[in-house]
């Protein structure tokens, strides 16, 4: 299964590609994490996105298709992937398209914006190795301590309200015409936002028929 989620940020996309990441044993590409990592390591990449992604606006295009060409030509990318959060724009969409990306189905998971700036607030993301928490919905066993790998949870600088706003701003008009192009493509399915994660993902798997 390739899969591509897209959503407006804070849909749940993080979230729900572990998830389905696990039940498929297939990787979650997220070119966000990939970002974050390379921002904390300091890397070029992680230099010249740092302001972007601060500012709750989109990397160039270019600099995506680069981490996007690596990454799926990694051995773990032979049985399939999901991708979470790229492609983010048409341009990105048609140079997978060009690199010969074959795609099985991009799934959208529909939410509206209000839930969204509500939600962002109680988000909380692992430092370390970036596992998503929400202090509502999907709390972590120790306040302020990952699961996962015992790390410490902070907020994202970027779900901060007003960057929030730019960033739904960014999706309406940069990523959701995605849908289109996939839709004409026939690859387009979307899911419901439910008001729980496991509602959310038996929607998801009722919808991809998983
Ligand atoms: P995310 O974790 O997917 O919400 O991504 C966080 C931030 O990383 C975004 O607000 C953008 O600044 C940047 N980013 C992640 N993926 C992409 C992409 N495919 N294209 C451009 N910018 C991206």
Not at 47 to 69: F, H, M, Q, S, T
Not at 153 to 181: I, N
């Amino acid at each position: 299964m390739r899969l591509i989620l897209l959503g407006a940020p804070g849909a749940g996309k993080g979230t729900q590609a572990e998830i389905l990441s696990k039940t498929l044993s297939i990787p979650t590409i997220s070119t966000g994490n990939i970002l974050r990592a390379a921002m904390k390591e300091g890397t070029p990449v992680g230099l010249e996105a740092k302001a972007y992604v601060d500012a709750g606006k989109l990397v160039p295009d270019e600099v995506i298709i680069g981490i996007i060409k690596d990454r799926l030509a990694q051995p773990d990318c032979a049985n399939g992937y999901i991708l979470d959060g790229v492609p983010r724009t048409i341009p990105q969409a048609k140079a997978m398209e060009e690199m010969g990306v074959q795609v099985d189905c991009a799934l959208s998971i529909e939410i509206e914006d209000e839930t969204i700036i509500q939600r962002m607030s109680g988000r909380r993301i692992c430092k370390d190795c970036g596992q998503p928490f929400h202090v509502v919905s999907n709390p972590p066993k120790k306040e302020g301590v990952c699961d996962l790998c015992g790390g410490e949870l902070t907020v994202r600088k970027d779900d901060a309200p007003e960057t929030v706003r730019a960033r739904l701003e960014t999706y309406h008009r940069d990523t959701e015409p995605l849908k289109d192009f996939y839709r004409e493509r026939g690859k387009l399915r979307t899911a419901d936002n439910q008001s729980t994660i496991e509602a959310t993902t038996a929607e998801i798997k009722r919808v991809l028929g998983i």
